[in-house]
Structures are given as structure tokens and as C-alpha cells.
């Protein structure tokens, strides 16, 4: 075909009016991208972005607190160095029950290679639940140094090549974490640092991780302060966590990864459905949606098991109880357990309840866990 021609046939075919498309009622979605907004093409953990004056002001500033610590709600104000709070931890050193590739959490965070988890011992809660009793409940493991507990994240990424270090309960000790984090990074670490947490944070405390930490995966237990009161032993744990959780997300926002699946930026919420708390865990997840981020991501976990100090024989209870006519009591007469509303598993309708109300409530980044858990050995 001419040249000439060519040119007028397609000025005829570009000038042709449009057929418009049928339009359909389907909602309104978000903005679609060529690559979603929580993609990153590649991570330079937070704390090796913090200039030397910032990590220089932040080393002062948590050996300050030590000497009157209110690094969380507890506020008991003591100089650390010279005695213990409610948590019984000192100021010079961090006791720690385990140290080890983690393959228990979620998949993002574990990967291949597993989450470099730190089991700290202690805990600012007293969860009478408490699905890791034996470490959070008891002073068991040994004690490091910030210097020390720094070269055993160095032993995480090189020897066990994990894809973080994963902090675990560290709220009691977050002055100790913040020297060993600081001492890391001069020895070469590189990879992102998770804040495993209760949520019961002080805003002094996560000021003074502003920076430092580049995932942040606080649990929000319950939802009443008569809960609280009963099962935790604090009054203002919820509106800590919520003050928590706010602050947390301000600071680096909802959850990123880089191609590979790990997670290496923002917050995911977990949320322990228990026995007969369903309505709780429903408001909690339209308390995230409405006032922290529909696009946060969330955990909704169903392996609540009764331990700690669920079903034990209630205080006062007596023994041998003989009924009229000299026969012995039935024994569910005589051993009545303490906490008996939450003395069973939790059911699968219970959880299903906990997810329909966060899927009515917009959110939608849902965690689905692993098919295994524990450590690889």
C-alpha cells in the first residue's frame, strides 16, 4: 500500500467515534499499581541509616533510663543498677533462655532459613495463660552482656544465616537491646531487627527504638480492662497496646518485603483468639481497621492451649470433702480448676468468628501459618 494511503486510512480508523463500554455496579477497588506498594526492591535495615550523633544520643539516653527505668507502664522508677522492678532484670546484663534459628513464626518472617530468635527470660505480664510460661513466668537461662548478646546476633546471621533477629518479650529490657543493636552494627550486622512484643510499651520506650527497629510484631491480647485486670494482672493494657500499636505503625508503617517473601519493614498484629473471648478479639480487629490501617497485616492465631496457671485446683479448695452420710464427693466437687472459662482449646467456630468480624471490618492482609513450627534441629 502507498504511503499515502496508508496514512489516510489510519487518520479515518483514529478518527472513528468510540463505542462506550456497558457500565457495571461492581464496587470501588484501590488503585491498582504495577507493583504493590508493600514490594521493595531492596532493604537497608533502619538502624544502619542512623547517623553516629542519633546512635551516640540514643546509647546516653538508655543508660539513663536504667538509673530511673519507665521504660513501660509498670513506671516502678528504679535505679536499675542497684535494684529490680517487677520484672527482676538489672541494668548490666539480660538473661535469655534461648538462642536459635526459629521455625515457629510466621512464614515471612522464617523463610528458608529460619527467624534468629532471642527467648528473653522475665516479662512485665503476669498472663496466667501464658503459652511460654516457662521462660516468661521463670528467671531460667543465662546472662549477656549488650556486648555479648551483639555477637550472638553475629553468630544469627553468619553461621545460622537467618533472615532477622527476632527479639522476643524484650519490653523488660529494651535498654539492654538497644546497646546490643548499637554494637551490632559496628560488628556488621545487616539484616532487619523484629520487636516481638505484648504491646504493654511505654512511648519512652519505643522513642527510644525509633530507628533501631525495622519490624515490629506486637500481640494484642484482650480487649476489656476487667479482662485485663483478671488474666494479665494490669489495669491499662488496652489502651497501652492501643497507644502501642499506634505508634509502632507511625514509625515504619504496614508490612514490605522484598521479592523473595521475607518481610523486611512495618507491623503484623497477632491476635490469640482464646475460649469464649470471640466478641473481645472482634472489636480489637475493628479497633486496627478503623484507627491504625486497613492494609495492616494480621495474624489471627488459634493455638490457645490451657498452661500456665490455667486449671490449676482453685486457691482455698479443700480435699477429702465428705457429702452427708459419710460417702465421699464427686470429684468434680473437690477440684474445681481456677479460670475454668478458658480451661479448654479453643474452638474452630470461635476463631472463624474472629475472622469474619476483621473481614467485615476491611481488613484483608491475613497470615496463613506454617504447616510445621518449632526449632529445626
Known amino acids: 500500500m502507498p504511503r499515502a494511503a496508508l496514512q489516510t ?10 463505542r462506550a463500554l456497558p457500565r457495571t455496579n461492581l464496587p470501588a477497588h484501590r488503585k491498582l499499581h504495577l507493583a504493590p506498594p508493600w514490594l521493595l526492591d531492596d532493604y537497608i535495615p533502619r538502624y544502619q541509616l542512623l547517623s553516629s550523633t542519633d546512635a551516640s544520643k540514643k546509647r546516653s539516653a538508655a543508660y539513663a533510663h536504667l538509673r530511673g527505668c519507665n521504660l513501660c507502664p509498670r513506671l516502678c522508677g528504679v535505679n536499675r ?39 528473653f527470660s522475665g516479662c ?6 501464658c503459652q511460654n510460661h516457662d521462660i516468661a513466668h521463670q528467671r531460667n537461662g543465662f546472662d549477656l552482656t549488650p556486648e555479648e548478646l551483639a555477637e550472638w546476633y553475629m553468630k ?14 524484650p519490653e523488660h529490657v529494651v535498654p539492654q537491646v538497644v546497646l546490643s543493636i548499637l554494637h551490632a552494627r559496628e560488628l556488621g550486622l545487616r539484616i532487619p531487627i523484629i520487636y516481638n ?66 518481610a523486611k519493614r512495618g507491623v503484623l498484629v497477632r491476635h490469640l483468639v482464646m475460649p469464649n473471648k470471640e466478641n473481645e478479639g472482634g472489636k480489637i480487629v475493628k479497633w486496627l481497621a478503623e484507627n491504625v490501617s486497613r492494609d495492616i497485616m494480621i495474624h489471627i492465631m488459634e493455638q490457645y492451649f490451657p498452661r500456665a496457671h490455667v486449671g ?12 452427708s452420710g459419710g460417702v465421699g464427693a464427686l470429684p468434680e466437687t473437690t477440684a474445681k480448676g481456677r479460670y475454668e472459662d478458658i480451661n479448654r482449646p479453643v474452638s474452630l467456630k470461635e476463631v472463624s468468628s474472629v475472622r469474619r468480624a476483621a473481614e467485615d471490618a476491611g481488613l484483608w492482609r491475613f497470615v496463613e501459618a506454617a504447616q510445621h513450627g518449632g526449632f529445626n534441629i
Open 9 to 18: 486510512s489510519i487518520i479515518r480508523l483514529c478518527s472513528r467515534p468510540t
Open 81 to 119: 543498677y542497684e535494684k529490680t522492678g517487677v520484672c527482676l532484670i538489672g541494668a548490666e546484663t539480660v538473661k535469655v533462655n534461648t538462642i536459635a534459628p526459629h521455625f515457629g513464626e510466621e512464614p515471612c518472617f522464617q523463610g528458608h532459613n529460619g527467624s534468629g530468635s532471642v527467648f
Open 124 to 129: 512485665n505480664l503476669r498472663c496466667v495463660f
Open 156 to 169: 544469627l546471621q553468619e553461621v545460622g544465616r537467618v533472615h532477622n533477629i527476632n527479639l522476643v518479650t
Open 197 to 262: 512484643t505484648s504491646s504493654f510499651d511505654s512511648l519512652e520506650s519505643l522513642n527510644l527504638l525509633d530507628g533501631l527497629i525495622d519490624i515490629y510484631l506486637p500481640d494484642f491480647k484482650v480487649w476489656s480492662n476487667a479482662t485485663s485486670k483478671r488474666l494479665l494482672k494490669v489495669d491499662n493494657y488496652t489502651e497501652t497496646a492501643m497507644e502501642s500499636i499506634k505508634a509502632m505503625h507511625a514509625q515504619v508503617g504496614d508490612l514490605c518485603f522484598t521479592a523473595d517473601g521475607i
Open 312 to 323: 490449676k485446683p482453685a486457691r482455698g479448695t479443700k480435699k477429702d470433702v465428705i457429702d
